[in-house]
């Protein structure tokens, strides 16, 4: 997976998500990560219209409508930033960032369509998201897993996310330095 960011000045340590950025998934395909923005909408609901209810599942946890909750947010440059990933003009996951609340922690969360899944798009998502949070000056990261996603967890996990059990779902976090 090829991914990189740029420093917003040069020999500082202040870093600047370059974005859009392209991406070399596990199967060699070129993809692009950018932000999403509204006219994205139409591709949102074809991805979510993609996924199996499984993946919805773990990325809601409840039924209900999925896609008009995402839709009634994920614009509002207010709340937090999305980045999409891109297979030419097919949205084909999402990552979502939640901003810093009054104690630092921003929330994250992941959605990879079924059909691209296990190919590093998650795993690349969450480190390029995990920049963004530093960059929008999160002390902390925060997100919910079921118990039985196991692939969100060790992904976390990985990266030195802890995890505590609550409320019957993975509580996971991690310190940004
Ligand atoms: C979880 C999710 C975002 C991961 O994205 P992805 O593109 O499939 O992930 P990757 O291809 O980067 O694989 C992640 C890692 O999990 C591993 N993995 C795959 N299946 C696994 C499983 N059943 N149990 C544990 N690990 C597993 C892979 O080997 C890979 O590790 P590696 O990089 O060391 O090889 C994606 O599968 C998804 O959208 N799932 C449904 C929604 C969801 O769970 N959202 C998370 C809510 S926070």
């Avoid at 420093?7 to 692009?32: F, K, Q, Y």
Wanted: net charge negative; proline share 3%; hydrophobic share 45%.
């Amino acid at each position: 997976m090829t991914a990189m960011c740029a420093p917003v000045s040069p020999g500082t340590t202040n870093w600047r998500v370059a974005l859009p950025m392209p991406l070399i998934d596990a199967d060699g395909r070129e993809l692009l990560l950018r932000l999403i923005v509204p006219a994205d909408e139409s591709a949102i609901r074809v991805l979510h219209e993609g996924c199996s209810i499984a993946t919805l599942r773990w990325r809601y946890f409840g039924g209900g409508e999925q896609v008009e909750h995402l839709l009634s947010w994920i614009f509002d440059a207010g709340q937090g930033e999305a980045v999409g990933v891109w297979a030419q003009d097919r949205l084909v996951a999402i990552g979502n960032l939640m901003l810093p609340d009054s104690t630092g922690t921003g929330e994250v969360a992941f959605l990879v369509e079924d059909a691209w899944q296990g190919r590093g798009i998650g795993s690349a998502l969450v480190d390029l998201v995990t920049d963004l949070a530093r960059d929008e000056g999160c002390r902390y990261l925060h997100a919910d897993v079921s118990l039985d996603n196991g692939r969100m967890r060790v992904l976390f996990a990985r990266r030195d996310w802890k995890s505590t059990v609550l409320d019957g779902d993975y509580s996971m976090g991690l310190l940004l330095a």
